[in-house]
């Protein structure tokens, strides 16, 4: 006989897994959207899957028939991520409309989008480091209070949360991480 976890009644030895085990399903008629990024989180999330932000406490009825999807969009990203000791170069291309920028830690559970990690010897690279964000044909990047900042052309440091425009060959660095950000138009067809 084992207990129930409360320590003071007996429980079953052995509980089969099912759905009702789990609590609740999850499903796409209820979610909670983040304010920051907009991301769609499972209703029983409280801090958002994608950014980290705490989610408002009302659940969004989503109507998925009236939501209409998008075709591909017209302009894709890349980001040269330039290599200081041998002067090479690695393109890293953006696939995503929210792509999360940093370094990926096993411990903390944080696995972004673009790595940065095997670049970024130094550590300078936050876990969390930055968002770029693809919307109606163009790019912003947006800083998350990094711990030693993003930098834009240059002489240009980002201010946390201030969502800023992405141009083809801007120059952006990722703590002491150099990329170069392009875009190319996708073919129709």
């Known amino acids: 006989m084992t207990l129930d976890g409360t320590g003071d009644r007996p429980g079953p030895a052995h509980k089969a897994s099912s759905a009702s085990s789990f609590g609740s399903v999850r499903s796409d008629e209820s979610a909670r959207l983040c304010g920051r990024c907009f991301a769609r989180n499972y209703a029983g999330e409280t801090y958002c899957k994608m950014c980290g932000e705490p989610l408002p406490a009302e659940v969004a009825q989503l109507d998925e028939s009236a939501t209409r999807r998008l075709e591909a969009p017209a302009v894709r990203g890349c980001v040269t991520v330039h290599i ?9 291309p953006i696939d995503a409309d929210v792509v999360l920028v940093g370094r990926a830690s096993v411990t903390d559970g944080v696995y ?4 940065l990690a095997p670049f970024d010897h130094g550590n300078f690279v936050s876990r969390r480091h930055a968002f770029i964000v693809r919307r ?16 834009l052309n240059g002489a240009q440091r980002l201010v946390p949360h201030a969502p ?3 141009r083809h060959g801007d120059k952006i660095m990722f703590g002491q991480t150099r990329v170069t950000f392009t875009t190319e138009a996708v073919p129709e067809g």
């Open 84 to 92: 200081d000791r041998d002067g090479s170069e690695i393109d890293l």
């Open 112 to 115: 972004p989008d673009l790595d």
């Open 136 to 151: 109606h044909g163009s790019f912003i990047i947006e800083d998350l209070e990094s711990t030693n900042g993003t930098s």
């Open 164 to 166: 800023t425009p992405l």
